[in-house]
């Protein structure tokens, strides 16, 4: 089994700035893509940001220039720094992580994010 923990979600104002984090543990291979998806009320989820073990990263054009995703091979941790945050930001922020060496793809639970004033 996989575990992943992430943290770093809460209320802020527009403009503000938050990181999420999401730890991975447990039965883990090698862990190749590792991102961040969002699903905000009465919308689809959708890809936020993505990196692979190598560093590449994909971007959604909503939070190209604002976003960035980074990670810790070594901590089998992602990380998302959003800056510039705007209300349409506002959604449930869920971690995805592929472990290639295994073939299995994993969940987190998800952190809410919150832009309000």
């Known amino acids: 089994q996989v575990q992943l923990v992430e943290s770093g979600g809460g209320l802020v104002q527009p403009g503000g700035s938050l990181t999420l984090s999401c730890a991975a543990s447990g039965s883990i291979f090698s862990l190749n893509a590792m991102g961040w998806y969002r699903q905000a009320p009465g919308k689809q989820r959708e890809l936020v940001a993505v990196i692979i073990r190598a560093g590449r990263t994909t971007y959604a054009d909503s939070v190209k220039g604002r976003f960035t995703i980074s990670r810790d091979n070594a901590k089998n941790t992602v990380y998302l720094q959003m800056n510039s945050l705007k209300p349409e930001d506002t959604a449930v922020y869920v971690c995805?992580?592929?472990?290639?060496?295994?073939?299995?793809?994993?969940w987190g639970q998800g952190t809410q994010v919150t832009v309000s004033s």
């Open positions: 995805h992580v592929e472990d290639a060496g295994r073939g299995t793809v994993h």
